[in-house]
């Protein structure tokens, strides 16, 4: 299960931190990332790293966002600063996890709500 946290409403050049924590029995987590949707547009892809810590991120969020982890907790952030309008969206955490060895799936928490006001 996962569960993100740190939605909210924010003034344009503010900034949001947001956490996403993988409960429940894990043998390994490989990818892990965040994904947004704006009303009316499809779920696109913001953030994503591996768990050699690779990063990649959406042109539009370079330089103004950082994603990380922390293994220990299971655990993924994104710091989001500069905020735009054009961030306002539901962000969804994902996590790539083997629950068992031999086999690893995506797993999608509750998406938590960013609204950034002019």
């Known amino acids: 299960q996962l569960q993100a946290s740190g939605g909210g409403l924010v003034q344009t050049g503010g900034s949001l931190r947001l956490s996403c924590a993988v409960s429940?029995?894990?043998?390994?987590?490989?990818?892990m990332g965040w994904y947004r949707q704006a009303p009316g547009k499809q779920r696109e892809l913001v953030a994503v790293?591996?768990?050699?810590?690779?990063?990649n991120y959406k042109d539009s969020v370079k330089g103004r966002f950082t994603i990380s982890r922390d293994n220990a907790k299971n655990a993924v952030y994104l710091q989001m600063n500069s905020l735009n309008p054009e961030d306002t969206a539901v962000y969804y955490c994902?996590?790539?996890?083997?629950?068992?060895?031999?086999?690893?799936?995506?797993?999608w928490g509750k998406g938590t709500l960013v609204t950034v006001s002019s």
């Open positions: 994902n996590a790539n996890i083997n629950v068992v060895s031999y086999y690893a799936t995506d797993y």
């Open positions: 429940g029995s894990i043998v390994r987590i490989n990818r």
């Open positions: 790293i591996t768990s050699g810590d690779s990063t």
